[in-house]
């Protein structure tokens, strides 16, 4: 079965602090894929990053990056010197093409507060 | 450009209505979705169509039927609405290949 753990609910912190957010992923499928989407308050979901399970390397987009590890089942996301604008609700993703289709299975989400 | 949009954003209705949400996506993908999102903000496939057939139904009841009139357009009907339906229903849609799945605004659907 595919599983996707993101233990912390609720993460509050103060503006210009770097934040993790945690995902913990499980699945059986050799081929799968890993996202992040930020959903803001005005609640669309926004795409952050795909990432294939042959690729390991690690990500960084300006103050946003990506660890992922196969060898813990993790790919956590790092906010560098967060601002207010940050604050969401933040979801890790899986998916695999097992079947014939993909599907994505979501966390429960890890809600972000940045204060000033 | 609206890449996946949806109608309407906010619909309130009462108990026992039949009622409709509409989802259009101009990329030019294969596959299209609908995901509810409960009031815990959990997220979860419903189904899934990959050039206008069926692929994945996700033990949602019947009264629950996807329409799939042409490859950018999946629409939502639900009769018979309950409390329990409300909830924001979010449209998304992909290239199968490429697994990353665009999604739609969202629609608020409130059953009083």
């Known amino acids: 079965a595919q599983k996707v753990t993101q233990a912390q609910t609720e993460i509050s912190v103060v503006e210009k602090e770097d934040v993790t957010l945690d995902c913990v992923y499980e699945?059986?499928?050799?081929?799968?894929?890993l996202f992040w989407y930020k959903q803001p308050p005005s609640g669309e979901l926004v795409f952050l990053i795909r990432?294939?399970?042959?690729?390991?390397q690690n990500e960084i987009s300006g103050r946003y990056s990506w660890n992922f590890q196969k060898s813990t089942s993790s790919f956590n996301f790092t906010i560098t010197a967060s601002q207010v604008v940050d604050s969401a609700v933040y979801f890790c993703?899986?998916?695999?093409?097992?079947?014939?289709?993909?599907?994505?299975?979501f966390g429960a989400g890890t809600r972000l507060a940045v204060h000033p | 450009d609206t890449a996946v949009s949806q109608t309407p954003k906010y619909l309130v209705t009462q108990m026992g209505n039949d009622k409709s949400i509409k989802c259009e996506q101009n990329?030019?993908?294969?596959?299209m979705y609908w995901y509810k999102q409960d009031s815990k903000k959990f997220l979860k496939i419903m189904f899934s169509?990959?050039?206008?057939?069926?692929?994945i139904n996700e033990t949602v009841p019947n009264r629950f039927s996807p329409k799939s009139p042409d490859k950018a357009h999946l629409n939502l009907h639900i009769n018979s609405l309950e409390l329990g339906d409300s909830a924001v229903y979010f449209c998304?849609?992909?290239?199968?290949?490429?697994?990353?799945?665009?999604f739609g605004p969202g629609t608020r659907l409130t059953v009083l």
């Open positions: 998304a849609s992909s290239i199968v290949e490429d697994n990353e799945q665009f």
């Open positions: 699945t059986r499928d050799t081929t799968y894929y």
């Open positions: 990432r294939n399970s042959f690729d390991e």
């Open positions: 993703a899986l998916s695999s093409f097992s079947g014939g289709y993909n599907k994505l299975i």
């Open positions: 990329l030019g993908h294969d596959t």
């Open positions: 169509y990959n050039n206008k057939e069926l692929i």
